[in-house]
């Protein structure tokens, strides 16, 4: 199979039927084959009854329900799990993203051998506000993740197979999943200008929550990316530094007790000093030592409610 497009999708029931129809007028007319993974995060909408529809009419069709709403990233991973084509084309079922981007995705990733290729919302039809944060929280995550992309919140994006099948997505992380490839040794990622339309159906799910929790989930991609495996090279190596200040802080206190001033250790400020320097120092080298204890013995694991699967070729 040439194409797995991966959808995931909360209360999209009206924009559904005519994405689909969308979806399959390219398909056919690139003679692609071809199977659409709609995940339902939890819609208390029609939109399951709706999927399910479809197989009356499309063997195309694969669709996940979870029991309740978990996110995009979990969407996106069980989507990655379920997905067989060469190209695996992830885009929102809210027709933001054109399916008329869909060939030359496929052509980026098999003919000029990138391992994911991301949008880019160039021009788009969102609220001034909106548009503003994308801009300043695009800048700052090129600055933290140097991986030089305009738009990594964008949800039309195409990889490789080997690539989500190497790497799990879970919490908010699914507007980092470059950054996670990157770290797994994907490295040729590529950028084009994709097509963006105004909202015809359903309401935005933008808030500032989300804006928020993005520069948090940067943060933990960030360190996660670094220190995951190792957290005791971070903790360790700054429990060390404070707890040896302390220490020499109390040398010195002793060495001017008993040589020059000849007064009580407690009796100056610095003495508590060096006191929170030894203790912070020890403290940050425990939560070092434990972060290794856990990072050895617990493995990541993202367990999802499923409540129900359909495969329409069966």
């Known amino acids: 199979m040439?194409?797995?497009l991966v959808i995931p999708l909360l209360n999209e029931e009206e924009s559904l039927p005519e994405l689909l129809q969308w979806i399959k007028k390219v398909m056919t007319n690139n003679d692609f084959s071809w199977e659409a993974i709609f995940v339902?995060?939890?819609?208390?909408?029609?939109s399951w009854k709706i999927i399910s529809?479809?197989?009356?009419?499309?063997d195309n069709i694969i669709g996940i329900k979870f029991k309740?709403?978990?996110?995009?990233?979990?969407a996106l991973n069980e989507g990655f799990i379920a997905a067989s084509g060469d190209v695996v084309i992830t885009m929102d079922a809210d027709m933001q993203d054109s399916p008329d981007e869909i060939p030359e995705l496929y052509n980026m990733i098999i003919n000029e051998g990138y391992d994911i290729v991301s949008g880019w919302?160039?021009?788009?039809?969102?609220?001034f506000i909106k548009r503003s944060t994308s801009k300043f929280y695009n800048w700052v995550t090129r600055r933290a993740s140097k991986i030089k992309l305009h738009d990594f919140n964008c949800g039309l994006k195409a990889y490789k197979n080997e690539v989500v099948k190497n790497i799990e997505v879970y919490g908010e992380m699914h507007r980092y999943v470059p950054l996670?490839?990157?770290?797994?040794?994907y490295n040729k990622i590529g950028e084009k200008v994709v097509q963006h339309q105004?909202?015809?159906?359903?309401k935005t799910k933008f808030g500032m929550s989300r804006f928020i929790n993005g520069f948090l989930d940067l943060m933990t991609i960030s360190f996660i990316n670094r220190y995951g495996k190792n957290p005791m090279h971070l903790f360790?190596?700054?429990?060390?530094?404070?707890?040896?200040?302390?220490?020499?802080?109390?040398?010195?206190?002793v060495i001017q007790r008993f040589f020059f001033a000849g007064y009580g250790m407690t009796d100056r400020p610095l003495f508590f000093v060096g006191l929170l320097c030894m203790v912070l120092g020890f403290q940050s080298f425990s939560v070092g030592f434990t972060g290794e204890l856990i990072t050895r013995n617990s493995p990541n694991k993202n367990d999802y409610n499923v409540s129900e699967k359909l495969n329409c070729k069966e």
């Open 180 to 185: 996670i490839a990157q770290k797994a040794g």
């Open 53 to 58: 529809g479809f197989c009356k009419s499309n």
């Open 68 to 74: 309740r709403n978990y996110g995009k990233s979990a």
């Open 40 to 46: 339902d995060d939890g819609s208390t909408d029609s």
């Open 2 to 4: 040439q194409i797995s």
């Open 236 to 253: 360790g190596a700054l429990g060390a530094l404070i707890f040896f200040l302390g220490f020499v802080i109390f040398l010195w206190l």
């Open 198 to 202: 105004a909202r015809k159906y359903g």
């Open 121 to 127: 919302k160039k021009q788009r039809h969102d609220p």
